[in-house]
């Protein structure tokens, strides 16, 4: 089975904090996402990698930053965390042949005071 | 994640009835469709996938159904357990520069024992 783990599973950070969340896949997938939950909006991507050093803007990247060094690691960064991104954060990896399911990790809950 | 559930709209039935999860999407050029599961405090769980090639696909116990003409695809889930509780979401690809998906806001199932 997939693993996708996701490091934390609650942060709680102070408003202009820089703040890294970090997620490992274990089935060298090419491609990597990190989305966003809220009640209410659904899972809404904010950047996505489809190799090494690559990345794209998915719907809402304002406010966030990714770093690929490695396959299998991909990292959200919040350069300075503000309180409208306490939020679920979930990471996913896929392979890059076209329409291949998303595997999920289990989410961090962050929350920036 | 533990707020997943606010604000979607909820079906509840009886251990081993059949349930029918609906969601509608938008997009005709979507060509490939997913349904997941989420358990409270769990990452989206890949249940089943469709191709837009196909209008049926069965999967142990679920079976997807996709109707491009009204761009309607439902989960029908036989015998629910009490185990199926959960939100359920379907998720679109849609074309983007680089194919990603869209996911709906999702439906809780509640099933009573």
């Known amino acids: 089975d997939v693993k996708v783990t996701q490091s934390s599973r609650y942060l709680v950070k102070r408003t202009g904090e820089k703040v890294f969340l970090e997620c490992v896949q274990d089935?060298?997938?090419?491609?990597m996402f990190w989305y966003r939950q809220d009640p209410g909006l659904g899972l809404r991507l904010i950047y996505f990698?489809?190799?090494?050093?690559?990345?794209e803007k998915g719907d809402i990247p304002e406010g966030y930053s990714v770093s690929r060094e490695k396959k299998e690691r991909f990292s959200l960064i919040l350069e300075s965390a503000s309180t409208n991104q306490t939020s679920m954060y979930l990471c996913?990896?896929?392979?890059?042949?076209?329409?291949?399911?998303?595997?999920f990790g289990n989410g961090t809950r962050l929350t920036v005071t | 994640g533990e707020s997943v559930g606010l604000h979607l709209p909820t079906l509840s039935v009886q251990e081993g009835d059949n349930s029918i999860i609906n969601c509608a999407y938008s997009?005709?050029?979507?060509?490939?469709f997913i349904w997941y599961k989420q358990e409270s405090g769990k990452g989206p769980q890949f249940i089943i996938d469709?191709?837009?090639?196909?209008d049926k696909r069965q999967g142990q116990r679920v079976t997807v159904l996709l109707n491009k003409t009204v761009k309607h695809l439902s989960l029908q889930i036989a015998a629910t357990q009490p185990g199926d509780s959960a939100v359920y979401f379907c998720?679109?690809?849609?074309?983007?520069?680089?194919?990603?998906?869209?996911f709906g806001k999702g439906t809780m199932l509640l099933v009573s024992p």
């Open positions: 996913a990896s896929s392979l890059v042949t076209a329409n291949s399911p998303l595997h």
């Open positions: 089935m060298d997938h090419e491609n």
């Open positions: 990698s489809y190799d090494v050093k690559m990345k």
């Open positions: 997009n005709s050029a979507s060509d490939y």
């Open positions: 469709i191709r837009s090639n196909m």
């Open positions: 998720a679109e690809t849609r074309p983007k520069g680089y194919s990603t998906l869209t």
